[in-house]
């Protein structure tokens, strides 16, 4: 069973940064795409950045291209989502998940963390 521990969120005013972590533990890491993905209040769940097993390759939200950055680093288990040049609207609770299956949906992600909340002041 695998378990995924967020941290790093926290309160920002605009134009500030902040690094979120993902933790994994209990299950395979490595050689698997991990992603990000974020829930404003009142919005559904959407994708924001994913990495795929071998890190070579990135892909990102239009929302935040150029903005965030998306790395992992398999010696520690952990994948980590740079957030620079923070809006308003980046306000949210973060997720990072394993995926099975390539692509931003959802559904193709099998193990979630719970989430770490970042807010965002104009």
């Known amino acids: 069973q695998v378990q995924l521990v967020e941290s790093g969120g926290g309160l920002v005013q605009a134009g500030g940064s902040l690094r979120l972590s993902c933790a994994a533990s209990?299950?395979?890491?490595?050689?698997?795409?991990m992603g990000w993905f974020r829930q404003a209040p009142g919005k559904e769940r959407e994708f924001v950045a994913r990495?795929?097993?071998?890190?070579?390759?990135?892909y990102y939200a239009d929302s935040v291209k150029g903005r965030f950055t998306i790395a992992r680093e398999d010696a520690k288990n952990t994948v980590y989502l740079q957030m620079d040049s923070l809006k308003p609207e980046d306000t949210a609770v973060y997720y990072c998940?394993?995926?099975?299956?390539?692509?931003?949906?959802?559904?193709?992600?099998?193990?979630w963390g719970r989430g770490t909340q970042v807010t965002v002041s104009s």
């Open positions: 998940a394993r995926a099975v299956r390539a692509g931003a949906d959802s559904k193709n992600y099998d193990y």
């Open positions: 209990g299950g395979t890491f490595s050689g698997y795409t």
């Open positions: 990495i795929t097993g071998s890190g070579r390759f990135t």
